[in-house]
């Protein structure tokens, strides 16, 4: 089993930036592909970005240019760099993982709030 906390969330005007971390635990050893999904209301969970164990990226169009995904293998943790944030950002952030580099993810997060006013 893998557990995975998200921190970093919060309130913010338009154009800041947050740094999401998700900080995993528990059977963490073995290539791990990371994701982040985000959820707004009355929206469907999305991709926005994922990282594979080999360090290949995927973002989503929306996010391209604007949030990175990085990872630190030492600290077992995965970040999410969002710059130049925008109303429609606001939504409920999710990381997840899987120990596939591709396929459904097994491990989800219990999610964090992110807010940006207008």
């Known amino acids: 089993q893998v557990r995975l906390v998200e921190s970093g969330g919060g309130l913010v005007q338009a154009g800041d930036s947050l740094r999401l971390s998700c900080a995993a635990s528990g059977r963490t050893t073995g290539p791990y592909r990371m994701g982040w999904f985000r959820q707004a209301p009355g929206k469907e969970r999305e991709l926005i970005a994922a990282i594979r164990s080999g360090g290949d990226t995927y973002y989503a169009a929306s996010v391209k240019d604007r949030f990175t995904i990085s990872r630190d293998n030492g600290k077992n943790t995965v970040y999410l760099r969002m710059n130049s944030l925008k109303p429609e950002d606001t939504a409920i952030y999710y990381c997840?993982?899987?120990?596939?580099?591709?396929?459904?993810?097994?491990?989800w997060g219990q999610g964090t709030q992110v807010t940006v006013s207008s």
């Open positions: 997840a993982a899987d120990n596939q580099d591709m396929g459904p993810y097994e491990y």
